[in-house]
């Protein structure tokens, strides 16, 4: 089966740099997605990583190592409507319409 | 271009009612997936039609929860009867056929259950 962990909670300023983990354990491996989700709204797509390396996206990167079955959400210059939640998230091996595997969820918060 | 909808937002029902929730998918998605997300865990997977038909149904929890698809466009998921436990927030998800692997999926806002 396919598992995610990530920490439950991060707590960090405004203006400051921020990293949420994820490590995975999947029987088959087709990436590594990462979702924001606010106020328990819809969750929404930030970045994918298929290959090992960093990805960037204006203030969001995303890095993937998969000899390490590992990858990291990295958020620059923290604003406080970053604060939200953050999923990792793999997809089933298994099922060939793309269905995702969430991990529990990194709760943000960004601090004055 | 419309986004994932769903209907009703908020929904507080005793235990033992029946629920049924509604899901308008991204226009021409052919792949849709229902997913539930109790306080403070994961978003946890339900099930996924592709068209009309279930292709997975693995995380439906028990045979109080029924989803449909009629038609291969719109959704619902019925929960019948509702139990304590089923309270949290039904998020519904879409995506365009032959998704690869890092395509987006792309959610609802959600609707939310409360059984009291």
């Known amino acids: 089966g396919q598992s995610l962990e990530q920490p439950s909670e991060v707590t960090a300023v405004e203006g400051a740099i921020v990293q949420i ?26 970045s994918y990583n298929a290959l090992d390396g960093l990805e960037e996206t204006g203030r969001f990167s995303s890095f993937l190592s998969r000899s390490d079955s590992y990858g990291y959400l990295l958020l620059q210059e923290l604003q406080m409507k970053d ?11 298994y099922n060939q319409g793309g269905k995702l595997i969430f991990g529990q969820g990194t709760e943000l918060s960004v601090k004055p | 271009e419309a986004g994932v909808t769903q209907f009703p937002s908020h929904s507080v029902i005793e235990k033992g009612q029946t629920v049924t929730l509604r899901c308008d998918p991204i226009s021409g998605h052919d792949n849709l997936y229902w997913y539930r997300r109790v306080m403070g865990k994961e978003i946890k997977f339900l099930l996924h039609f592709v068209k009309e038909s279930k292709q997975d149904e693995s995380g439906m929890p028990n045979n109080r929860f029924l989803a449909e698809r009629t038609g291969g466009t719109y959704s619902t998921l019925k929960v019948q009867p509702a139990e304590l436990e089923d309270s949290g927030v039904y998020f519904c998800a879409s995506s365009s056929q032959g998704t690869q692997s890092g395509n987006t999926i792309y959610f609802g806002e959600g609707s939310w259950l409360t059984v009291v």
Do not use: E
């Open chain 1, 83 to 93: 604060s939200a939640s953050y999923f990792c998230a793999v997809r089933d091996p």
């Open chain 1, 21 to 46: 983990n994820c490590t995975y354990q999947t029987s088959g491996f087709y990436g590594l997605s990462w979702y924001q989700q606010h106020d328990g709204g819809a969750p929404t797509f930030l």
